[in-house]
């Protein structure tokens, strides 16, 4: 396939989810373009047939497709709103920008309804997986926008995605994964919470995880992350408390927003917001340590 008859893919923000979106779809025949405000992550990606940009400006101007990898509502409104010029310019051209950052429900709402007015669209595509996933393409995608910008990005989502689920109009998908993450949030506590107690009562804890999860107890907390980064000491999935922080306040001010009365969830937010002894830059998994001597 020639370079003119490729899909084109900016994808903007190269952290450890959005490199390997990244090299998977250029692994996958789309020309892909890479953006990141870190020097280090862009020489990264040019290992990886990833064409570097030294703008954000450049994938605007260039894209078919445009992949958001970044960490909060503000940053992906910024970058939008800065290059929306661009957008203007292109009129004719039907672009379609993939937010798969965990954002807010409201803010993407606005940004789909200010491009739609330019005949562009925006679709709020968070993903669950981590960085295995982003890299094998096999991420789990809960998508938020229109029935007619879903199909016309089909391809890149399939490229990305083991399983795409198409929840509603913009901003449902942020809901969806504010409401996956806060149940995560949730089960690395309680998980955490009863291995300690079947420790206390005398029971080998890798014998207590496997009851639970050949029983009713089981999660994906206790079928993946206990054994990959909690038994193991590595906690290096990936994913850091810094941004669970943020996705348990984002999921605690939707309920409060709404009038939801979740007193479970309120206290799973003052039990991560209160976790006085982990850093942000700290890996999630942490919070399910359960033995004295894991931190």
């Known amino acids: ?9 900016g994808v903007i923000g190269l952290g450890s989810m959005g490199i390997g979106m990244a090299q998977t779809l250029a692994s996958k025949g789309f020309r892909t373009l890479g953006f990141d405000l870190s020097e280090e992550r862009r020489n990264l990606a040019a290992k990886s047939a990833i064409e570097p940009l030294d703008t954000i400006a450049a994938a605007f101007e260039t894209s078919d497709f445009l992949v958001f990898s970044l960490p909060t509502a503000k940053d992906v409104a910024a970058v939008v709103n800065q290059h929306i010029d661009i957008l203007q310019e292109r009129d004719g051209t039907h672009i379609i920008i993939i937010d798969t950052s965990t954002s807010e429900p409201d803010v ?42 879903v199909a016309f990005a089909r391809p890149v989502i399939e490229a990305l995605s083991a399983k795409a689920l198409h929840v509603g109009a913009s901003g449902a998908g942020n809901v969806a994964k504010l409401v996956n993450n806060l149940l995560a949030a949730a089960h690395m506590i309680t998980t955490g919470e009863a291995l300690k107690l079947a420790l206390a009562g005398g029971i080998d804890p890798e014998a207590a995880l496997r009851v639970l999860n050949a029983a009713s107890g089981k999660s994906m907390i206790s079928e993946v992350h206990f054994p990959t980064w909690v038994m193991s000491d590595r906690f290096d999935s990936g994913f850091s408390m810094g941004l669970m922080r943020k996705d348990v306040r984002l999921a605690s001010e939707l309920a409060q927003s709404k009038g939801a009365e979740l007193p479970m969830a309120e206290l799973v937010a003052k039990l991560w917001a209160g976790s006085s002894n982990l850093e942000d830059s700290d890996d999630f998994t942490r919070m399910g340590a359960f033995k004295p001597s894991s931190k």
């Open 1 to 9: 396939m020639s370079a003119d008859t490729q899909t084109t893919v």
């Open 108 to 149: 993407s709402r606005e940004l789909a309804s200010r491009l739609s007015t330019l005949g562009h669209g925006f679709l709020d595509a968070p993903v669950s997986g981590g960085p295995a996933s982003a890299a094998t393409g096999k991420l789990t995608m809960m998508i938020g926008g229109s029935d007619e910008d």
